[in-house]
């Protein structure tokens, strides 16, 4: 009884409260955010050169996502990131090797995500017509949720609380919490038992 409940109450917040879309015309943001795309950009070569778990390693993470980062976690290097000042990381967070983070429409991550390697957090997609204009809405991944390896979150999605996303699956919808999806488009295959999880 407890999936279909949660399916009625994601599609009547889906279809009542609508995620407004932001537009950005990156022919004004290239004018406007130059230095701090410089910044930005410089921090995060840095950031993938630098000793990993060292002193300068943890304080490059910091300083490149603007100090938005929760005690105990860690993003490991080999990271593309766009537009770091936009990304909130809560605590006990990890972010394995090679994620992409894509982060014009904003991300945020909750206490305890884990995101495997090669991941992809995409919150921002062209107009098809004018390809200078981002389209950029928010995502947002809930406590405990666990990302599999290469997999794809698109613009305007929730990942809820503890729900498992597959391995290079491409999440396009909102993922119901304590659920597993997977496939492209990803699809619920599974709901966990919510009690088993740490209160």
Known sequence: MKLPLILLILLISTTYLKIEEIRIDMREYVKTKNEEMKRDTQLLHKFNLAMPYTEEYIKLMNELFYNNIGEGSIINNQLT???????????????????????????TIEDDVMIAAHAKIISNNHDPYDRQVLLCKPVVIKQGAWIGAGA????????????????????????????????????????????????
């Not at 537009?83 to 983070?101: C, D, E, Q």
């Open 152 to 199: 794809t979150i698109l613009p305007g999605v929730t990942v809820g609380k503890y729900a498992i996303v597959g391995s290079d699956s491409v999440v396009s919808k909102d993922v119901p919490p304590f659920s597993v999806v997977v496939g492209s488009p990803a699809k619920v295959i599974k709901v966990l038992d919510e009690n088993k999880f740490p209160k």
């Open 81 to 107: 990131v766009v537009v770091p000042k936009s990304v909130k990381v809560g605590k006990r967070v990890t972010i394995m090797n090679g994620a992409l983070l894509m982060a014009a429409g904003t991300i």
